[in-house]
């Protein structure tokens, strides 16, 4: 039997032992755990067992000679004072279910018995969570089963667990959390549904690009219901735990306004932030969105590892596939961490160029028409919004080859490398003034370009962006990003000295890999350099204000000690001369 109120006084109190003795049920007294518990009224009470307690509560007070009234109550005894309700801030917020512990519930908030009844047909996993989230948000939750004695013990005892009829009849908003392929089998709920709002929570199996979705098949089903599709891109996790630890946002879309509303009056109560998608059309994006592999990541992936396939081949045919060619050298044990190693530089630096060049070409198009307002092309769009992505996946490679710099002296190689070097080299040689000049720059500058890199990709995080103004947010990600650009293409540079001169570097006549890698750093960094030039900059300045070639529009913009770093259209002195 699960524990009640009454199990867990001493047996010498008098009030419990009256109720006892009156035929009375003690107030949370619960079936055994194999049984359903009884569906309660939304009273809470019958009118029968308040009668019973009125007149209960009379004798007693008869009995004890304490006023009787409609406020008046009975002066508690040394014993009664234990059965008074204890207070709401003493009870846990998490409680065992029943006398195991087997199951954690959430303190639910005061429901108030005027609101909403929230339906729940199913009983997986997201409906335990949900009705979890329902409950502590305060509402009354009814959950239909097909087997309700089966699937009473997993939810939280402040929800009812009953039939998906009764359920359905009980509800007035009723989330549809079962599985899409058997939706026809809530065809019977049909009258009891009509004129009821119907969350459909489902997701594919795999992407639907066709149509028609589940939300649109299931409003054929009910054509008498107000289908709402919604909570299909949370998990069950965020539900549980609340939207603390996950996303906030619920994407919804329907064709009843009125339905839509009333569901986003929900989640702002459970602690989502409701967005509203449109009609119910958009439902077939909705579902397909959570099956979705990193779609934005698709592109800058696909390139950064290009880029090191090349780099790694390119790589691989001078420093290892040379000597073994020429001179019969076998150095294929470079493969794992020295071929590695020198690919991931050139592929964080050729990456991060490609962070700024689709800007470029974005102003030079711009300067070309004379205008702001065309549309770029389809390609260079996509290129303009996956800036953040090659962003990150520069900064990746970074980190790797730092971490693989620090692990070059461990190597058994290495040592062994450097002890043939020290019986070669002679006492007066050893030091050499300029690669140790060379060494101690290329070191200093590569870790100022990592911190750069580390700032913008720590700033590129939403949660952090979120924290700063559009202003700052510009200066970090481009004018420390293009300071950025620059220490990794001067610690390139150091790092090639005069080895670009020298003709035994360039192994089947290629060119050493920095040098490869440091054609579009410099051509980026010129670039931007050209549209920093007074007339350049001037002209574009007044093309992103709203100036077009073709309307010669007289534009003068503000001078610099009066900008206060927001940008300021009233500084438009004329009007359109050739029209008139």
Known sequence: MRGSISDTKPSSCQCCDRRRSAGQRTPTAVGSAGHTRAPQPRSFQSPDTKTHQLHTKKRTDEKSGDAVGPHAGPVPSP?????????EMARPLIRGRGEGGCFGRLEASSSQPDGPVVGILGTGDFSRSLARRLVASGYQVVVGSRNPKRSA?????????????????QADLVFVAVFPEHHSTLVDLKPALAGKTLVDVSNGLSINRDGPSNAEQLAELFPESSV???????????????????????????NNSLAKSSV??????MGFIPVDMGL????????????????????PVICTLSLFAFFYVYNFLRDVLQPFVTARKSLFYKMPIEVVNATLPAVALVTLSLVYLPGLCGALLQLWWGTKYNRFPCWLDRWLTSRKQLGLCSFFCAALHTIYSLCLPLRKSARFNLLIESKRVKEEDVWVEAEVWRMELYLSVGIMALGLLSLLAVTSLPSVANTINWREFSFIQSTLGYCALFAATLHTLLYGWDRAFDLARYRFFLPPTFALALVLPIAVLLGRLALLAPCVARRLGQIRRGWEKSRHIRFALPEDGCRNGLDDTSYVHGLVDSCQ
Do not use: Y
């Open 280 to 299: 119910l059309s958009s439902s077939l994006e909705l579902e397909n969105l959570p099956l979705r592999l990193f779609p934005s990541w698709r592109g």
């Open 79 to 87: 014993h009664q004072h234990m059965c008074i309700m204890p207070d």
């Open 264 to 269: 986003m009056q929900l989640c702002r109560r």
């Open 153 to 169: 013990a997993l939810f939280p005892e402040e929800a009812e667990v009953t039939s998906q009829v009764e359920a359905a009849n």
């Open 228 to 254: 709402v599709k919604g909570f299909n891109t949370i998990s069950a996790w965020t539900l549980q735990v609340g939207p603390r630890d996950g996303s906030r946002q619920i994407l919804l879309c329907s």
